[in-house]
């Protein structure tokens, strides 16, 4: 059996302003050499939790004991992780540095990394450390397929206790072997990976519905048979009183019909009695549904409501041009080298070293475009779309635009923002929130967003004033399973043009007809390439 690195006991915990626990008593183990998936909505508490296993949180009650060292991997990327820099020049980190594509100029240049580029640099300082315990949190955001697979090989290799929250079902499937799935204030450990632990999750939420709702007929017919018994007795007793008041003593000198009543009146008493039994059992059947933990289901599936075509021919025409890219020209999957590899004059030293650019050639978007833009990481698909932001001929309200990343204090005044929005408008936009899965009271009495519900709210935000364009970066990071399918629903039938940067290839393709695809040459620079996929 396995050693168990993080214990969790008891444990409760809700943010301030919360009128309601995330969690509730919740205990569990986490041993070492084994990866726990942790599964919920957005806003169920799954950041909290790692917070709280890895000590940045103290839980409200109970207790966590760790043996060793904790460490989370957040899922922003702000900041340079903490001893970034140690792990850069450490003898030791060169074989995670080479594994995870880790560059040796990326401290001094952290602010024009692509944010897949500062994930797998999170990640390598984290397992360069070598924790007892490391919660990663949406690891392969932003991280393209090559980067992606090199990451799966290093942490299968990891034998500490891992606690892996991601919206990624292939990840969850090849490293998990158990699922904490969050339900607040509920939590339900799961054996086996994501696909495992949801199919037994369906079978026992159908078989506890069934249950309740089996129960709830029976307290229905106890209840209805209870108040028919009630009523019969009631009608049998006043129709024999009535019989017996017209009978006078002088018509009854051995007063049969005075013990004929009293019996009539015992009779009453013994059916009251019995109708009593019966409400008494229904109210036991109530009891007993109410002890069957059935979670509550919400619809889902949003609608992109006023959404139209643009009467413009074109939303953009941009002539061909070359932007430049932050690192120096490099050969496609190498490091990038340090001053000391390059004598002067080199192509690749510090005095003759060429900024990298990117090449495209025409570009439009018209009214009915669906256009998705991919490539590996740092090839510079987040610098083509602020320079494509920049140059729209398109209203600012008809332009729904959701950033790869959106930071924590820019989140927190999105939140304000919108709670001082009018009734009707802010009802509305609380309205989609709930059909993409997260609870809309929560939210607001949050004081930090958490980033997929922050995503939600800006594409809420927009989809509200009918928008004629939808430009979102990695649209997918962040946000739980049920709101990935909600948002890919409806937007393959929303009437509007659409620019997507990701890295989920069948999300696109159910999406989009048209692909803009960046790939890096053998000088370093990327060239954009068209394709028409429909």
């Known amino acids: 059996m396995s050693v168990s690195q993080l214990t969790l006991t008891e444990v409760e915990f809700a943010h301030p302003g919360m009128a309601a626990p995330l969690f509730e008593d919740l205990t569990v183990h986490f041993p070492a050499g084994v990866w726990t998936g942790v599964v919920g909505a957005n806003g169920s508490g799954k950041t909290t939790l790692l917070q709280i296993a890895t000590g940045a949180l103290a839980p409200s009650r109970g207790s966590v004991r760790a043996q060793g060292p904790a460490l989370h991997v957040a899922q922003r990327t702000d900041d340079p992780p903490p001893l970034f820099e140690d792990f850069l020049w450490a003898p030791d980190g060169s074989a995670l540095k080479s594994r995870l594509r880790i560059g040796d100029d990326w401290p001094g240049r952290w602010d024009t990394l692509s944010h897949g580029e500062r994930k797998r640099a999170q990640i390598a300082t984290a397992l360069w450390q070598e924790p007892a315990i490391l919660a990663l949190d949406e690891p392969t955001n932003h991280i393209d397929a090559d980067a992606r697979a090199l990451l799966v090989s290093v942490l299968k290799n990891f034998q500490g206790a891992g606690i892996l929250v991601s919206h990624d079902r292939a990840l969850l499937d090849e490293l998990c072997t158990r699922c904490l799935m969050l339900d607040p204030p509920r939590a339900t450990l799961r054996p086996g990976n994501i696909t495992e632990a949801l199919a037994q999750h369906e079978i026992d939420e159908q078989t506890a519905q069934g249950e309740s709702d089996a129960l709830k007929r029976a307290a229905a017919r106890l209840r209805a048979e209870a108040q028919r018994r009630y009523v019969t007795a009631q009608q049998q007793a006043?129709?024999?009183?009535?019989?017996?008041?017209?009978?006078?003593?002088?018509?009854?000198?051995?007063?049969?019909a005075m013990r004929g009543l009293a019996k009539l009146t015992g009779k009453d008493a013994t059916a009251?009695?019995?109708?009593?039994?019966?409400?008494?059992?229904?109210?036991?059947?109530?009891?007993?549904?109410?002890?069957?933990?059935?979670?509550?289901?919400?619809?889902?599936?949003?609608?992109?409501?006023?959404?139209?075509?643009?009467?413009?021919?074109?939303?953009?025409?941009?002539?061909?041009?070359?932007?430049?890219?932050e690192g120096r020209a490099n050969p496609p999957g190498e490091l990038l080298r340090d001053e000391a590899a390059h004598p002067e004059g080199s192509p690749y030293s510090g005095g003759q070293a060429r900024r990298r650019r990117l090449h495209f050639p025409d570009l439009a978007i018209g009214g009915a475009d669906r256009?998705?833009?991919?490539?590996?990481?740092?090839?510079?698909?987040?610098?083509?779309?602020?320079?494509?932001?920049?140059?729209?001929?398109?209203?600012?309200?008809?332009?729904?635009?959701v950033p790869?990343?959106?930071?924590?204090?820019?989140?927190?005044?999105?939140?304000?923002?919108?709670?001082k929005l009018p009734n009707d408008e802010r009802g509305r936009i609380m309205t989609t929130i709930s059909r993409l899965g997260s609870r809309p009271a929560r939210l607001l009495e949050s004081a930090q967003p958490s980033p997929g519900e922050v995503r939600k709210l800006l594409l809420a935000l927009g989809?509200?004033?009918?928008?004629?364009?939808?430009?979102?970066?990695?649209?997918?990071?962040?946000?739980?399973?049920?709101?990935?399918l909600c948002l890919e629903e409806a937007?393959?039938?929303?009437?509007?043009?659409?620019?997507?940067?990701s890295h989920d290839r069948a999300f696109l393709e159910k999406i989009t007809r048209t692909r803009w695809h960046l790939s890096a040459g053998a000088d370093g620079d990327v060239q954009l390439e068209i394709v028409k996929t429909a």
């Not at 937007?491 to 940067?501: I, K």
């Open 238 to 256: 006043a129709a024999a009183r009535g019989s017996h008041q017209k009978k006078t003593s002088k018509n009854d000198p051995d007063g049969r």
């Open 371 to 401: 256009i998705a833009l991919t490539g590996p990481n740092g090839t510079g698909k987040s610098t083509l779309i602020r320079h494509i932001l920049a140059h729209l001929q398109l209203p600012a309200e008809k332009l729904v635009s």
């Open 404 to 419: 790869q990343e959106i930071s924590a204090a820019d989140s927190r005044a999105l939140l304000e923002q919108i709670k």
């Open 272 to 325: 009251n009695k019995l109708a009593a039994q019966m409400k008494g059992r229904a109210v036991r059947v109530e009891k007993e549904r109410a002890a069957i933990q059935v979670s509550k289901r919400y619809e889902t599936g949003i609608w992109i409501d006023g959404a139209s075509f643009s009467p413009r021919d074109f939303l953009l025409r941009l002539p061909a041009g070359t932007l430049p890219l």
């Open 463 to 484: 989809i509200v004033r009918g928008p004629h364009l939808i430009v979102m970066d990695e649209p997918t990071n962040h946000m739980d399973l049920p709101s990935i």
């Open 491 to 501: 937007l393959a039938g929303c009437p509007c043009a659409m620019l997507l940067v």
